[in-house]
């Protein structure tokens, strides 16, 4: 292969990631795995989903059709690997505008502003992908488990939000969804007949960028009991105002978290307790002026340090008559106070920087099963601080074990610049067959 044509295709993966990963996979099986793999068990899933909004004045439709390949083997009694290939195609509308989704006092300095044209979306558009999303080995020697690559690591016992989680952020919508995995290094060890010690090392560019996350679990007959410390960076992009001197600022920030969990069920009623300590320390900040693109200079009066508190209280309940009742109520102290959201907020929070937008949020569901098949609920998702929440009924068929079919309504309630009310109604439709 002549020189040129090795640099287009380095040049073209470079540019598009996610059409590399299956070549290095199918690379990877053939070379290193494959005689292993001859031998895993093949399972999965086929998932296509429908979505539509209204948001303000604007209206979306889209979806995506999903197919998942899981790989299992055990070449020894300690020894076993797992991975897992996802392909995820988009249909519909990709191209999202941010303008939709923010209240409109929120934009008018942007659109009464030289820093954008007039009517210039800011705008995020959804690829389609190919990727491994879980990669790794499990190993015992005695009571010691590791666990190597690519992983699912979900710490907490909350059902919506999980306070004491520094690897993900769930989707108060869609709580049970799957997770995306973590490149970590997880070790697991009992201590007994009731404690285990668990350490997690997610290793980054060094180690004062890398993860560090260590357990220790009590649990005794119907009680779990937890303690957790972590170790983890943020980065924030926020934009400064007035416009006219507008400027950017990117502040790095060290946190580290000391929190606890408590589980308990008892004759058929849960309760669960999940807080969280985050101490945060300044790691570096920049401050950069658009009035001058060649000027890039550091500007220390302009951070903010501070240490906040999370707490998550839950309980649920399952009748007689197979009625689940769950409740869950979080409060956020990183979270903005009540009517001083702003624009950078939101940007912390649809960028996955807070668990929440605002301070406090109640999530409350209902779940009857119509005999085998069917099973119908409802739930809200509530943000107390400025009253607005969505309601969502939803139903979920099921025929045998390998095929669901889930419909979900969505309706916005409360003021129109408030969180919940910018969104009028939404949908979604969920077919999953697996294999």
């Known amino acids: 292969m002549s020189a ?43 998932e296509s989903e429908g979505d539509g909004l209204q948001s303000k ?58 820093f954008m044209y007039p009517g210039e979306p800011l705008s995020f558009t959804m690829a389609d992908t190919i990727y491994l999303d879980n990669f790794y080995l499990d190993a015992y020697a005695g009571n010691l488990h ?32 799957e997770q995306s995995g973590a490149d970590a290094i997880a070790l697991e060890l009992p201590v007994g007949a009731y404690l285990t010690l668990s350490a997690i090392l997610q290793p980054k560019e060094s180690w004062d960028t890398t993860v560090r996350y260590g357990k220790g679990k009590f649990s005794f007959s119907a009680f779990d009991f937890s303690l957790v410390y972590g170790y983890f960076q943020r980065l924030f992009t926020h934009l400064e105002w007035p416009l006219i001197f507008m400027g950017m600022t990117e502040s790095v920030q060290n946190r580290e978290l000391l929190g606890f969990s408590f589980f308990t069920d008892l004759a058929g009623l849960g309760f ?16 950069f002026d658009f009035s001058d693109a060649n000027r890039f200079y550091e500007d220390p009066y302009l951070a903010n340090d501070g240490h906040y508190w999370q707490l998550l209280i839950g309980a649920d309940y399952t009748s007689n008559s197979s009625l689940h009742i769950l409740a869950e109520y979080f409060y956020n102290g990183f979270g903005s106070k009540k009517d001083q959201v702003n624009f950078n907020h939101y940007l912390d929070y649809l960028d996955g920087k807070t668990l929440t937008l605002n301070q406090n949020y109640l999530f409350l569901s209902l779940l009857y099963p119509w005999g085998d098949s069917v099973t119908a609920g409802i739930f809200t998702l509530a943000n107390l601080d400025d009253q607005s929440f969505l309601l969502n009924p939803q139903l979920i068929f099921q025929s045998g074990n390998n095929l669901e079919l889930s419909l979900m309504l969505s309706a916005g309630l409360g003021n129109a610049e408030s969180e919940m009310g910018l969104q009028k109604y939404g949908g979604r439709l969920r077919l999953r067959a697996w294999f």
């Open 272 to 287: 669960w307790l999940e807080a969280a300590r985050c101490y945060n320390r300044l790691a570096g900040y920049q401050y």
């Open 146 to 177: 590791l666990t190597l690559g690519r992983q699912q690591i979900s710490p907490g016992v909350g059902y919506a939000w999980n306070p004491t989680d520094i690897f993900n952020r769930k989707d108060p919508m869609d709580p049970t969804y």
């Open 57 to 114: 004045s604007s209206e979306y439709l889209f979806g995506y059709h999903k197919l998942r390949l899981d790989f299992q083997t055990q070449p020894e009694a300690n020894l076993k690997i797992s991975a897992n290939l996802t392909a995820k195609k988009y249909w519909g509308k990709r191209t999202m505008n941010l303008m939709d989704f923010l209240p409109d006092k929120l934009l008018e300095p942007f659109l009464n502003s030289s």
């Open 4 to 46: 040129v044509k090795v640099f287009l295709r380095f040049h073209y993966f470079a540019k598009n990631p996610a059409a590399a990963t299956l070549p290095i996979f199918l690379l990877f099986i053939n070379t290193l795995l494959f005689p292993t793999l001859l031998k895993a068990d093949c399972f999965g899933y086929f």
